[in-house]
């Protein structure tokens, strides 16, 4: 999970001792876009030649364990290893370069960060380097149910020190190599160079593109794959430091050509691939497959503390919109729990969503995208609860318009009902209900207020108050009001003062005339 | 009209002079008089063989020659006795002044009557009285017929009949003769089939028209001679003598009285001697002797000497618990048992309970060690029933259940707010909290589970322990009355021995039980009860909480969700009148008012602004059929699970009622209160529930006065149930709130909101009250809980004044 945060305790250690050793020379070569100039961001000797990237299989060693209550000895596992490799060579061929092991027994003594999702204790020691530049963990265990089975796997990139989601399939045991070849493709994270940039357009170099796939079903390049922005850092020597995951930024492919593949960017910033950073630092695409798997969201506010030092609290209880990216129908509703937290698991057919938090009735906080079982950080929002507030006010006030609307409206239907029956007594009754209905000023006059009062304490507190949302709701308001404040009722007056239902008759047709001139107009 | 009839009438002597037109265009002769004033009204053909109740009444009226017209009924009924009048022929010459007067004595109805034959010319007519021998009236035609159908057996159409007349006219003569044949008639026939309730009903109904009615004062002997030895037989001796002091009070000297009495004094004679000498059993055997014939010699003694060494306190309540005591519990049973039954940790957020001073609790000692840290003390000599003693193994174990989502007693906001609980040492338990907690050590003022049992749902009453001044001896349960049993901890000797709770459905048969002597504390004093009528020997309290009651609503529910849905309904209430006409009965009091939400009225967390929603039924119109229109549905069909009241059922009912008027079906579904908030608390689906709440002034438990399911375990999905985001996250932030008066104002902002979001539907508030006789003395007269102070109870030994 560290690994995954924004690394501004390195990055200011780093900016600190440029800045003392080299001045400002050495921060405008720092600031080096990747994107922009992929190459010239490239890390110092000892890298990959982007050039040959194509053409480079990935180092993967495979560690299978197999839980204690599943009868599985190494013999067949050896076989059923064996029989894994087969299909993998077929299906995958050459971009594929494996190193299976057998991991029952086996003990790594430093712990290994699989974050909480990982089943069982699992160790791993980094310092060792015992090989791969791509590490998978697959482990087979027992199912849901009894009668079941289930592989559940993740893979740890050296490359990037990135660790990828928890990825489960359920699996028979006579057909464990076939099981455990699909979990590998579930879980395998195919790493590109970012080439380039253009009106929207990312250029990907996909590792290994180049290898000929055995069979169709080549899992490196293809159309509508999905990629996670990983930005790898590096000291002065060139050696890599750390790495982040540019956040909420995907990059879809449209397209696969002979070097590479091109893929839309899909993010909640303007220009994630843009951003600068003043340590050297490459921006490198890792293929992500979408899933089942629940994503859990946590989302959190920072609150000042009585003593003034901020403190984060969970946004709890908000509804949290899961929509089409980027504006789409909202396909479920769901509510954050007491620590703010959502676990979502994306219904079937629907691999890349956004998700929008919601503060009181209606206003967005957050929209962020999301791919379907990715695993995301958690999410600082501004609750808002100044604009939310207001927004709640707003909407008492629009019920309040609106039944008052209403029993115009009914009051009106029974005057033009009784008025065409000259029902006088009745007609006058009417009208009198209607004049004790709220004065129609009244409403426009407080809206006004309010509208000054939620714009002044914005500028004062320098508060979201009188948010978009909240924009929005105050010209419904205002427009409610005025249509309110527009009804008149002079007609059945005039018709009860001269005790005829001519004036009335003729207000009607003539209202008939203007809407079938108004229809007739183009 | 027959040809008899209409024979006859061409004889009568005619009068009026223009009737001749008439006549001769009726081809009647003049001996027929016409009022031809009067505008001719042509009377439907009556069928003759058609059955009195359907057809139009009439009357019958028998001329001299034997013939019998039907003619409009007659007015006055009945008629004046016929006067005598000498009659001139109309050719006889007279002065004017004569022939008026005589045209008005002709108006005597004693004299003259004005008939409208049923066929004929619709024509009226006037008739002598001395030319008609017999009128019968269409009352009388009933009554005959109704004797006839008494005779056939078919005592429902002859009750229709006599329902007929008394409509008609309740004192028309051989009325009451009737009834009372069809009662005495109708009793025989259920007493022969063996229902003698019902035919003593029928019978008691003749004897209060008449108590003098030999036949049925018979009857009614038999009836009760016969119900009372089958109630003697089984065990109900307080109906036995009812039956019995009946007999006496009809006759004194009846066989079936003297032989019933002798059975009863028997009866208790012989429990009194099977009485045990030493155990508290022998005030119970005392007590059911007693039930059974309380003059029986030596028996109020005995039992006086019983009740000072084994003083008992019996309650009236509404539910009892139905299995064994559990702190968690969230009925009102639940509580009361669980205060008898179970010790807090802190009796009070008091520096004196910090102290571990009260001698109810278990803790003896509370201190917050930082902002996050608790430690808590426990008492040396705090002990379970079985006799070991209170450890921290228990007090982890049952702080760890409430965070706990699979056990029974999960708390949301608890589980929210704890992030370990551990044990010191043996006494010690220090309690770390996930940030700093406005007011964490109200948590301490639930009761402690032991170690084995905290995290079970059920407890087998063979392994129930508890920790309080009184240990559960059991629930009693038959067909019609239901007892809880609790007898106070060997060594103790502060309080009643035993205190007994007896369950009363109806409010009103709890107070008449108070009255009676038969209960000395009622938990619920009816709403319908007028206070001025209070007896002196009853005292009667208020609770500083009082009853708020409301419609919670299901959020889950699609339609309930849906804001414009759930404003119609708040609309389409007359909740005035259901309050004054089916809730209280009467116009309500000062302190008895309608709810504009789940807060009570005068509290601090109450906003003063915020109105009740008016009744609308134009705008729930509207607001219905738009809720229609965005959900794309016809029909609404919902359950509205109700608490077994009868005040509340009616309610309920007419709920149902007015509703359908807006298109939407109500389903009532009746449950036992206690329940019924279980189930909502513990998150299971519902639709729309009643709920009666005591708003404590806690702010963790402000969600569950809005939403019962707020607190229940993640997986049931009960946060989803509060029907509105905005106040679900302003209850889930209040619950993180650290200053007492930022609670307040949000508080008072969920209430502004409850009022526009509707997230229930406020019905009224009315107070809580309770009321013991004083004889029982220590209740304390202002709490929140019934048992809250028992040890401070005694109950005085007058058990002549008790009459079972």
């Not at chain 1, 440029?18 to 890390?43: D, I, K, N, R, W």
Request: net charge neutral.
């Amino acid at each position: 999970m560290i690994r995954l945060r924004f690394p501004t305790d390195l990055l200011r250690r780093f900016a600190l001792a440029f800045l003392f050793l080299a001045g400002a020379q050495s921060t405008s070569m720092a600031q080096e876009s990747p994107a922009s100039s992929a190459e010239a961001s490239t890390p110092a000797s000892g890298q990959q030649e982007s050039v040959t990237a194509e053409n480079q299989p990935y180092d993967i060693v495979l560690h299978l364990s197999v839980d204690d209550r599943i009868a599985l000895d190494a013999e067949k596992g050896a076989r059923i290893l064996s029989d894994f490799e087969a299909i993998a060579d077929r299906i995958v061929g050459r971009a594929w370069k494996l190193d299976v092991r057998w991991a029952e027994g086996e003990v790594w003594d430093t712990p290994f960060d699989l974050w909480t999702q990982w089943p069982e204790p699992v160790t791993y020691d980094r310092r060792k380097q015992q090989g791969g530049e791509k590490v998978w963990l697959v482990r087979l265990r027992p199912g849901t149910d009894k009668a079941s089975l289930e592989l559940v796997g993740r893979e740890f990139d050296r490359s990037s020190g990135i660790l990828g989601p928890v990825r489960t399939r359920p699996v028979i045991m006579t057909d464990l190599a076939r099981g455990l070849f699909e979990i590998c493709r579930d879980i395998f994270r195919a790493i590109a160079d970012v080439a380039g940039y253009e009106g929207g357009e990312v250029r990907l170099r996909i590792r290994g593109a180049s290898l000929a796939a055995v069979s169709e079903g080549s899992i490196l390049a293809q159309p509508g794959q999905y990629y996670q922005l990983v930005r790898l850092f590096y000291d002065r020597t060139g050696k890599f430091v750390s790495s982040t995951v540019e956040p909420w930024t995907y990059v879809k492919t449209t397209k696969v050509s002979g070097d590479g593949a091109f893929g839309s960017l899909l993010s909640s910033f303007r220009d994630p691939i843009g951003r600068r950073y003043r340590q050297t630092n490459k921006l490198v695409a890792m293929a992500l497959t979408p899933s089942t798997v629940p994503t859990t969201f946590r989302f959190s506010q920072l609150l000042a503390s009585t003593g003034g030092t901020p403190i984060r609290h969970p946004v709890a209880g908000h509804k949290v919109e899961i929509h089409e990216w980027p504006t789409g129908p909202v396909r479920a509703t769901a509510l954050t729990d007491r620590e703010g937290t959502l676990r979502f698991e994306a219904p079937e057919g629907l691999d890349f969503y956004g998700v929008r938090l919601v503060g009181g009735s209606l206003e967005p906080l957050l929209d962020v995208p999301v791919l379907a079982g990715d695993q995301v950080p958690a999410i600082l929002a501004d609750a808002k609860p100044a604009a939310v507030e207001f927004q709640q006010r707003l909407i008492a006030y629009r019920d309040e318009i609106l039944d008052a609307l209403a029993r115009r409206f009914v009051i009106e239907a029974r005057l033009g009902d009784r008025t065409k029956a000259s029902d006088w007594n009745r007609v006058a009754e009417l009208v009198r209900e209607w004049r004790n209905t709220p004065v129609p000023t009244g409403f426009t006059s407080t809206l006004a207020q309010w509208k000054m009062v939620a714009q002044r304490r914005q500028l004062q507190e320098k508060k979201a108050i009188y948010t978009q949302a909240n924009q929005a709701l105050m010209a419904e308001l205002e427009a409610l009001a005025s249509r309110y404040e527009g009804q008149e009722i002079e007609v059945y007056e005039e018709s009860l003062e001269k005790r005829s239902n001519l004036p009335y008759l003729q207000d009607l047709e003539d209202q008939a005339k203007e809407k079938a001139k108004t229809k007739a107009a183009p | 009209m027959t040809c008899v009839g209409l024979a006859s009438i061409r004889r009568i002597y005619w009068s009026l002079v223009s009737a001749t037109v008439c006549s001769l265009a009726l081809s009647l002769p003049s001996g027929f008089g016409q009022a031809g004033a009067k505008p001719a009204t042509p009377a439907a053909a009556p069928k003759l063989d058609e059955p009195l109740l359907t057809r139009a009444p009439f009357d019958r009226l028998v001329l001299k020659d034997a013939a019998v017209v039907p003619v409009e009924p007659l007015a006055p009924r009945p008629l004046p006795t016929p006067k005598k009048y000498a009659r001139r022929p109309p050719s006889r010459k007279k002065s004017a002044e004569l022939e008026a007067r005589e045209k008005e004595i002709e108006k005597d109805p004693a004299i003259r009557l004005f008939v409208m034959p049923l066929e004929g010319d619709g024509l009226e007519y006037a008739v002598y009285r001395e030319d008609i021998t017999d009128i019968v009236y269409f009352e009388d035609m009933l009554l005959q017929e109704a004797d006839r159908l008494i005779t056939a057996g078919d005592y429902a159409k002859a009750f229709e009949h006599i329902l007929f007349v008394q409509n008609r006219d309740p004192k028309w003569r051989g009325l009451a003769d009737t009834h009372r044949r069809l009662l005495i008639a109708e009793a025989r026939q259920r007493f022969d089939q063996g229902d003698l309730m019902a035919g003593l009903q029928f019978v008691n109904e003749a004897l209060a028209r008449n108590p003098k009615d030999d036949q049925a004062r018979a009857l009614a002997i038999e009836g009760l001679g016969k119900l009372g030895e089958i109630d003697l037989a089984a065990g109900r001796y307080e109906r036995a003598r009812e039956s019995q002091s009946r007999m006496r009070s009809i006759d004194a000297n009846a066989p079936a009285a003297k032989s019933l009495a002798e059975k009863l004094l028997e009866v208790a004679r012989t429990i009194m001697s099977q009485a045990p000498q030493d155990r508290p059993e022998r005030l119970d055997r005392l007590n059911e002797a007693y039930r059974a014939w309380p003059e029986t010699e030596g028996l109020s003694a005995a039992r006086s000497e019983a009740m000072v060494r084994w003083p008992t306190v019996n309650v009236a309540v509404q539910e009892a618990i139905s299995d064994t005591p559990r702190p968690w519990g969230a009925s009102p049973a639940q509580a009361r048992a669980a205060d008898l039954t179970f010790r807090p940790l802190l009796e009070e957020l008091r520096e004196s309970s910090y102290k571990g001073e009260p001698p109810g609790q278990i803790a003896a000692r509370y201190e917050l060690v930082d902002l996050t840290t608790g430690e808590l003390t426990l008492k040396p000599d705090a002990r379970w029933s079985d006799g070991r003693n209170v450890n921290s193994r228990d007090v982890v174990a049952t702080l760890t259940s409430w965070a706990q989502p699979a056990s029974p007693a999960y708390h949301g906001t608890w589980a929210g707010i704890v992030e370990s609980v551990a044990a010191v040492d043996d006494r010690k338990i220090r309690v770390k909290f996930t940030r700093p907690v406005l007011q964490p050590d109200f948590w301490f003022l639930r009761a402690v589970m032991p170690a084995e049992t905290a995290f079970s749902a059920i407890v087998p009453p063979e392994t129930w322990i508890g920790s309080g001044d009184f240990r559960w001896l059991g629930n009693r349960v038959e067909s019609q009355a239901a007892e809880s049993t609790f007898e106070r901890q060997p060594g103790l000797d502060a309080g009643p021995f035993r205190v007994r709770e007896l369950v009363f459905e109806d409010d009103r048969d709890a107070w008449q039980a108070l009255l009676d002597s038969r209960v000395d504390l009622i938990e619920h004093v009816p709403s319908d009860l007028l206070l001025d009528r209070v007896p002196p020997t009853v005292a009667v309290a208020t609770s500083p909480s009082p009853d708020v009651h409301l419609i919670a609503i299901d959020g889950r529910v699609p339609i309930l969700a849906n804001r414009s849905f759930r404003r119609g309904l708040a609309y389409a209430l007359n909740r005035q009148e259901l309050f004054e006409e089916q809730f209280l009965g009467r116009a309500p009091r000062p302190d008895e008012f309608l709810a504009d939400g789940a807060f009570a009225k005068g509290t601090a967390w109450d906003d003063t602004e915020v109105r009740p929603v008016p009744f609308d039924p134009a705008m729930a119109r509207l607001l219905f059929a738009s809720a229609k229109r965005e959900l794309k549905i016809t029909k609404i069909s919902l359950t509205l699970d109700y608490p077994a009241r009868p005040d509340i059922a009616r309610v309920a009912a007419k709920i149902a009622d007015s509703l359908s008027g807006f298109g939407i079906e109500i389903k009532l579904k009746r449950w036992q209160a206690g329940e019924l908030e279980e189930s909502l608390r513990s998150g299971k689906p519902f639709e729309l529930a009643w709920r009666t709440v005591s708003p404590s002034m806690d702010h963790f438990l402000i969600g569950g006065l809005i939403a019962p399911a707020i607190y229940a375990p993640p997986q049931s999905g009960g946060l989803a149930a509060l029907a509105s985001p905005v106040i679900l996250s302003q209850v889930l932030s209040l619950e993180r709130a650290f200053i007492e008066t930022e609670v307040r104002a949000q508080a008072r902002f969920i209430d502004r909101l409850v009022r526009q979001e509707l997230p229930l539907i406020p019905l009224w508030q009315v107070p809580h009250r309770y009321a013991w006789r004083k004889d029982l003395t220590g209740v304390r007269p202002n709490s929140d809980r019934l048992y809250h102070n028992v040890r401070e109870w005694s109950v005085r030994p007058a058990a002549e004044a008790k009459s079972p």
